[in-house]
C-alpha cells in the first residue's frame, strides 16, 4: 500500500535512507528503556529505532500511516501506538525515562518543543528535524536575532545541539524550506524549581518588546522596588542569557515574598 503525505497534517516523508540513519544516530540510547517515535509517517526512522530498541513507541495520527506500519513491521504491536502527542500523558504509557525522535511536522514544532519542556524529567534526550528557522532558533545563543523565547525555555531545561541541515530535495513531496535535525540532552541547571510560571512571564514578556531596555519592557509585570535599579534593568532581553534569566527570576521572587 501506498501512504499519501496529507497536508493538513503538514508530512513531507523524508526518502534519504543515508539522513535516516545519521538522524537516529544522534541518539545516545542510554540510560532509557523506551523511545517514542512521533509522525513516523512510512517508517524510514523507524526501521533503524527497531534495529536498536526493540521498545520502539510510535505516535501517529493518521489511520493509513498506522496501517502501514503495522503491515511492514512486525515488531510493533498495538501496544507501541500511543496516539496523538501533544494530547498523550506520557506518565500513563511509559513507567521509565522516554527518549523523543522524529522528522516533526513544522506547523506544530513549537508546540512539540514546548511538550518535551512540560515533561523534561521524563524526557532525558530528544533529537528531531524541524523547519530551519525553527532549529536556529532553539539553538540560538545571546545577542543574535535568533535569540528570544524559544530559545531561554529550551534552553533552561536542555543543552542544545544543531547537528546538520538537510535540503528541500529529499522529501515527498518537498517542503517550500530547508530544515535542521537538533539534538536536546537533559542539563543540570538549578533554581527552576518553584519558578517556573514567574520565569516564563518574564522571558515572554521581556522579549515582547525585545528592542526595549527590561526597565521599560517589564513594566507589566510590576517589577518589584528592590530591582528597578538592578544591573539587567539597562539592558535587552536578548543581552541576557538562560542562567541570567533563572537568577534574575528567583532575585524578582525573592523580593515579592
Known sequence: MNVKAKK???????TDENIAKKIV?????????YVLEVGPGTGVLTKYLLEKLTETYIAEIDTESIEYLKLHYQKLENKHFTGDFLKINLS???????AVIGNFPYNISSQIL????????????????????????????????DYGILSVLVQAYYDVKYLFT????????????KSGVIKLTRNRKEGLEG?????KQIVKTGFGQ???????ALKSLEIPEVLKFHAFMDKRAEELS????????????????
Open 114 to 145: 514546548f511538550k518535551i519542556i512540560e515533561n523534561y524529567q521524563q524526557i532525558p534526550e530528544m533529537v528531531g528535524m524541524f523547519q530551519k528557522e525553527v532549529a536556529e532558533r532553539t539553538a540560538a545563543v545571546p545577542r543574535t536575532k
Open 8 to 14: 493538513h497534517l503538514g508530512q513531507h516523508f523524508l
Open 195 to 199: 519558578n517556573e510560571i514567574l520565569f
Open 166 to 177: 538537510v535540503h528541500e530535495n529529499v522529501f515527498n513531496p518537498p517542503p517550500k524550506v
Open 242 to 257: 538562560v542562567e541570567d534569566f533563572i537568577n534574575f527570576t528567583k532575585e524578582w521572587k525573592a523580593a515579592k515574598n
Open 92 to 98: 500513563d504509557v511509559f513507567s521509565g525515562e522516554v
Open 25 to 33: 544516530e544522534g541518539l545516545d540510547f542510554q540510560p532509557y528503556q
Open 210 to 216: 525585545r528592542r526595549k531596555k527590561l526597565s521599560n
